[in-house]
């Protein structure tokens, strides 16, 4: 019989958090942060399916804030008029209070590159929003939640 894991067990974003060079960010809505390889096409004589091998990977995210400050000018503004390559890290933290033994996933993102800069976006009678789109190069694990 298939293991049956109840819907409570599903983790809640709602408690995610996350800290930029050590400050937390507490108007966070969101983050999103992967890791796509890069592979290379492997064709041999007498196999006619396309293989592929592993070069590299790429990490690519998104922070998503709602706007009640100006932090990514403060971190990003004089830096990027200076020509300056400035590189962050982002610690996150996702806890469901609902996980088994109340666990908790960590990942430190490292070498953290923003991609642009928001200098300005509002609309009448809608809610400020800022999404930060960024690159990273490194990445740990520094707690994970383990099966049941």
Same mark, same amino acid.
């Given at each position: 019989?298939? &293991?049956?894991?109840? @819907? $409570?067990?599903?983790?809640?974003? %709602?408690?995610? /958090?996350?800290?930029?060079? @050590?400050?937390?960010?507490? +108007?966070?809505?969101?983050?999103? *942060?992967?890791?796509?390889?890069?592979? #290379?096409?492997?064709?041999?004589? @007498?196999?006619?399916?396309?293989?592929?091998?592993?070069?590299?990977? #790429?990490?690519?995210?998104?922070?998503?804030?709602?706007?009640?400050?100006? =932090?990514? *000018?403060?971190?990003?503004?004089?830096?990027?008029?200076? @020509?300056?390559?400035?590189?962050?890290?982002?610690?996150?933290?996702?806890?469901?209070?609902?996980?088994?033994?109340?666990?908790?996933? =960590?990942?430190?993102?490292?070498?953290?590159?923003?991609?642009?800069? %928001?200098?300005? &976006?509002? #609309? *009448?009678?809608?809610?400020?929003?800022? /999404?930060?789109?960024?690159?990273?190069?490194?990445?740990?694990?520094?707690?994970?939640? $383990?099966? +049941?």
């Amino acid at each position: 019989m298939a &293991n049956k894991i109840p @819907g $409570n067990r599903v983790i809640n974003g %709602t408690w995610g /958090e996350i800290w930029l060079d @050590g400050d937390k960010v507490s +108007e966070l809505t969101g983050l999103e *942060a992967k890791v796509t390889l890069k592979k #290379e096409d492997v064709n041999m004589c @007498g196999v006619l399916a396309k293989d592929t091998k592993v070069t590299g990977w #790429e990490g690519k995210g998104t922070v998503k804030m709602h706007k009640v400050n100006s =932090r990514m *000018a403060i971190k990003l503004g004089d830096m990027i008029k200076k @020509g300056k390559d400035i590189r962050f890290t982002i610690v996150s933290k996702l806890a469901d209070p609902d996980t088994v033994d109340a666990q908790s996933e =960590r990942v430190a993102l490292t070498g953290v590159s923003f991609d642009d800069l %928001t200098l300005m &976006n509002f #609309e *009448a009678k809608a809610l400020g929003k800022v /999404e930060c789109p960024f690159t990273f190069t490194g990445y740990d694990f520094t707690d994970v939640i $383990n099966p +049941e």
